[in-house]
């Protein structure tokens, strides 16, 4: 099955400066792969997610960047804020009618003042 | 106000005894899935559901079991051959458009179990 590794698990970064955390997938299948933030006792939120057929992606002061023959995708977070801290979870799924997430071990980000 | 709904938020049982957790969409969505969430490791899928009265176990579905009755429900128990049921239990819907490679999980808040 498919496996998912996430780096760093944790990261700290004043405000204002930028994160990138990195994950790697197993299966070369894997075509879809979004990026959960999870904030203290509430469930994941989708922030942003990328389909094989595109090496990059951006929404503000998000971007994801996937490169498929390294198996490898990241999320770029520029100009941090506190509201950023949080739990980011990458995940990646295989095409087919269920839409069978795995998911990484999570990365806890705090953004300092 | 469209969402997913899962209760208690905390749940407390002695060992033994099963629990059967909530979990509600009213998103209209097809596929509904449950995850187990313990520090410092990433969501583990317990069991997933495509459509009413279908149901498919994850990657760690011993000692757990579903039921999907209704389209917008489906609730998880867990039974006390679960060795270590106190975890956080998340609950997401999406809705599974045929074809289209992965679609966005909707999560719901989650309850936290603890058996003692």
């Known amino acids: 099955g498919e496996n998912v590794e996430q780096h760093p698990s944790t990261l700290s970064v004043q405000e204002g400066d930028s994160a990138v955390i990195k994950c790697t997938y197993s299966d070369s299948a894997s075509n879809y792969f979004p990026w959960y933030k999870q904030e203290l006792g509430k469930g994941p939120q989708l922030i942003i997610d990328i389909r094989s057929n595109v090496g990059e992606k951006k929404d503000q002061r998000i971007a994801v960047t996937l490169n498929k023959t390294a198996k490898h995708f990241s999320l770029h977070i520029t100009e941090t804020q506190p509201e950023d801290s949080a739990v980011y979870f990458c995940?990646?799924?295989?095409?087919?009618?269920?839409?069978?997430?795995?998911f990484g071990t999570g990365t806890r980000l705090q953004v300092t003042l | 106000d469209g969402g997913i709904t899962q209760s208690p938020k905390y749940l407390f049982r002695k060992e033994g005894q099963n629990v059967t957790l909530s979990c509600e969409q009213n998103?209209?969505?097809?596929?509904m899935y449950w995850y187990r969430q313990d520090p410092g490791q990433g969501l583990r899928l317990i069991y997933y559901?495509?459509?009413?009265?279908?149901?498919q176990k994850g990657d760690i579905a011993e000692g757990y079991s579903v039921s999907r009755e209704k389209k917008e429900s489906f609730p998880l128990t867990v039974t006390s051959a679960q060795k270590n049921p106190t975890a956080f239990y998340l609950c997401?819907?999406?809705?599974?458009?045929?074809?289209?490679?992965?679609?966005?999980?909707?999560f719901g808040p989650g309850t936290r179990l603890t058996v003692t």
């Open positions: 995940a990646a799924s295989l095409e087919g009618i269920a839409s069978k997430l795995t």
């Open positions: 998103l209209n969505h097809d596929a």
């Open positions: 559901s495509q459509i009413v009265n279908d149901f």
């Open positions: 997401a819907s999406s809705p599974e458009a045929p074809g289209l490679a992965g679609v966005e999980q909707y």
